[in-house]
Structures are given as structure tokens and as C-alpha cells.
């Protein structure tokens, strides 16, 4: 339940019938939590959707992506056909919160993704309760392997959208960062687009203690690392937002063995095609000129997640919806440098990703995502059930 004045404001503003879904959104949420599943291993995660969506008797449950799961709510009458998307799947992290219900697996839920499931089945069964009042249809998209691999290509591909045509698709990102309640709503990208690299550098390995008969690929990786850093800071205009990080780099066994290659990978965070295209053209320069300096060789392979971009009429949409959930003064925009492949479902549907406040009271330093002690304030969850059945009353002329 909301643990402050400003949440208990909102709450008067939730139906109650959501008001009452709180405490099992809670056991749901921290039920996946101790049972955190890695991306493309959801297998426990998804019999548990699977058995929830079957039990609210909703159509077309079954498994998509292998590890992902769908369901359709149609309703009483014509109208649009919606998607509301969550993701399910943890982190290769050792939680360290405390908590009583902290993850009994070598896997966390340090992205809130435990709550997306919670909030997602808790906008089914309120669904289900209202299908004769709902106008069109709502499909929901539980998917495996956000973040890692890209699950929702998967998805997309296996025809998710297809039948029925989704005409607007939506979803939210459970967000520590913010305070309770608030709504980030931006029409345009709100998150960047992701560009993974793998660097190879390949040298020729020898006896540590002959350098001059080797040619060493770790000297040249390290400057390749410094000189690749200056690509955002003299290469880009200053106007632009992008950034560089190489999060990775193995080389070698043994102090004394010069090894034959280096390997690196990293990513790039862009909002601008031409900035992204800029960025990739000085990296491949920089690796061909340093590595042709020492005589070394290199490969740089590289794949991207579009941006997620949100319609603007759909945004707008959203942004009025939330001001009347949460309040005018709750509602506001942003831009992250966190990418999420809902990108693709947004490509397929004009619709919004937002994210949802729900930074935990009381606390003097809040753990970022993807740390390991990561938690976030529950009373978000029945807040999102409720904005979800507002945008999905709002786009489908329903009153549910
Ligand atoms: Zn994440
Ligand atoms: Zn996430």
C-alpha cells in the first residue's frame, strides 16, 4: 500500500475494485521474485502466467517464443484491437537486498520486470471481469528475454500482432529512479537505440619476455580503448546525445604468454540514425589505424535495437490520461540512455512506452536497475493497473 501522503492521493483515484487486486498483485510480484528466471529460461515464470491466464478463462492462452506467453481479451463490442506488453525476465545477479522474499536462484529481478508480469495479469483479470463492457479486444504479450537475446523480435516475428491486427500497442517500465506515482511520458524516443559491438584485435602471441618476436594485442587494445573514447567527445557535435562503453575485455591466460587476441564488446546509446551511422564510421577508422599502426589486425561486428519510439498523438494521449491518475503535477518527460525492445513492438503499432515512478520510501540512496540491491516501491503496481484500464477505456471508447 502507498507509504506516503502524495500516494494516498492517487489511491482515491484508483477503482476500488484495483484497490482490491493490490495484495495479490504483492504475492505475484514476490512470488517471481524468490523464483527469478534468467532470459530464455522463464520456464517456471511462464506456467505461472499460463495458469493465471487460464484460470481468468481469457482466449488464445498459449505459449509463444518458446518461453513467452499470450492471452486475448475480446470484448462485448467492435473496436480497436490493443496490446499491453510486459516483460518477464531477471538478471545473472546475486541478489544482496535482505528481503524476505530475495531470489532463491542465481538469477534477480533487478529490473522491476517481476512487477510488469504482476501489474500485466492484474490488468487481465480486471479485464476479464469487464469483457462484455470493453469495446474491441486486448491482447497481452508476456515476454521472455528482454534483456538479452531480444524476445520481442521473437514475438513480433511469431506473428503476435497478426491476428487480430494490433492497431496500438502499450506498455510501462516500472522506474526506481523516480518518485511514486509519477508518469514519464515523452512523445518521440524515450529510450535510445542499442548498438552491441564486438571488437576482436588480433595480434601474435609469444613469450612475455621476447616482446620484439610478438606483436601484442593487448597494447593495442588499450589503445584502441583510449582512442575509441574520444569518438563522443571530438567526433560528435556536443548538441548530440550518444555515448561509448566498452563493459568488457579478455585477453590472454597467463602473466608471462603474450596472447594472440584481445576481445572486447560494449555498446553505443544514440537517438539519431545519422549520429549513430558517425559514430560507427570513426569507430571502424580508429581500429584500422590503430591496429595498422602496431601491425595487429581487428574484426568489429555490430547489431542494433532500434530506439523505442512513442507515437505522439498516443502520447499525448497517455500524458492526459495520467494527469487525471495521478495528478497534473506527477506527469512529465524524459529521455533515457536505456534502451528496451519493445522498440519492435512499437515499430508494428503506433502506441507508448512509459515509465512509472516507484522509487521505495525511506531510503537515502535508491539501488539503480540492474544492481544488486535493487527494489522498488509496490504500491506502483495497482497504479499502473489503473492507468492501463484508463488508456485502454480512452483509446477504445469503453467504460469499463
Ligand atoms: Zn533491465
Ligand atoms: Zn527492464
Known amino acids: 500500500m502507498p507509504s506516503d501522503t ?29 523464483h527469478a ?46 496490446l499491453w506488453r510486459a516483460d518477464i525476465d531477471a538478471l545473472p545477479i546475486v541478489e544482496e537486498t535482505g528481503l524476505p522474499f530475495a531470489s532463491t536462484t542465481k538469477a534477480m529481478h533487478a529490473c522491476a520486470h517481476d512487477g510488469h508480469v504482476a501489474i500485466a495479469l492484474g490488468i487481465a483479470e480486471a479485464l476479464a471481469a469487464r469483457r462484455e463492457a470493453l469495446a474491441g479486444t486486448v491482447r497481452f504479450a508476456f ?30 517500465h516500472i522506474w526506481a529512479g523516480n518518485r511514486l506515482g509519477e508518469v514519464l511520458v515523452t512523445p518521440g524516443a524515450i529510450m535510445a537505440a542499442a548498438t552491441h559491438f564486438r571488437i576482436i584485435i588480433r595480434g601474435r602471441g609469444g613469450h612475455a619476455a621476447s616482446p620484439h618476436q610478438a606483436v601484442d594485442p593487448i597494447v593495442v587494445a588499450a589503445h ?11 567526433s560528435v557535435d556536443p548538441h548530440q546525445t550518444t555515448l561509448l562503453t ?8 597467463r602473466g608471462n604468454i603474450i596472447p594472440d587476441e584481445v576481445m572486447m564488446s560494449g555498446t553505443v546509446r544514440t537517438f539519431d540514425d545519422t549520429v549513430l551511422a558517425r559514430v560507427l564510421k570513426r569507430a571502424e577508422e580508429i581500429l584500422r589505424g590503430v591496429t595498422s599502426a602496431f601491425g595487429a589486425d581487428y574484426r568489429f561486428d555490430t547489431s542494433t535495437l532500434p530506439a523505442v519510439v512513442n507515437d505522439p498523438q ?54 539503480p536497475h540492474h544492481s544488486a540491491r535493487f527494489d522498488f516501491d509496490e504500491a506502483c503496481m495497482p497504479i499502473g493497473v489503473e492507468l492501463a484500464l484508463r488508456i485502454i477505456e480512452a483509446v477504445s471508447g469503453s467504460s469499463l
Open 37 to 82: 528466471e534468467l532470459s530464455t529460461q522463464e520456464h517456471r515464470t511462464q506456467a505461472v502466467i499460463l495458469d493465471r491466464l487460464k484460470a481468468l478463462a481469457l482466449d488464445d492462452v498459449r505459449a509463444v517464443a518458446d518461453t513467452g506467453a499470450t492471452a486475448l481479451v475480446r470484448g462485448g463490442r467492435p473496436g480497436p484491437n490493443l
Open 224 to 234: 584502441a580503448v583510449v582512442a575509441l573514447q574520444t569518438i563522443v567527445s571530438r
Open 143 to 172: 515476454q521472455p528475454a528482454e534483456e538479452h537475446v531480444g524476445g520481442a523480435k521473437r514475438m513480433v516475428d511469431a506473428g503476435i500482432m497478426d491476428d487480430p491486427r494490433v492497431d496500438h500497442a502499450y506498455g510501462l
Open 6 to 34: 502524495a500516494a494516498r492521493a492517487f489511491v482515491d483515484r484508483i477503482r476500488p475494485a484495483v484497490r482490491a487486486l493490490a495484495p495479490a498483485l504483492v504475492a505475484i510480484r514476490r512470488d517471481l521474485h524468490q
Open 246 to 253: 566498452i563493459g568488457r575485455i579478455h585477453g590472454g591466460e
Open 314 to 367: 498516443q502520447a499525448a494521449l497517455v500524458a492526459g490520461v495520467a494527469a487525471a491518475v495521478v495528478g497534473p503535477e506527477n506527469v512529465g518527460e524524459t529521455r533515457v540512455m536505456g534502451a528496451d525492445d519493445v522498440a519492435y513492438f512499437l515499430q508494428r503499432a503506433p502506441g507508448v512506452f512509459f515509465l512509472l515512478g516507484a522509487a521505495p520510501s525511506g531510503r537515502e540512496h535508491i539501488a
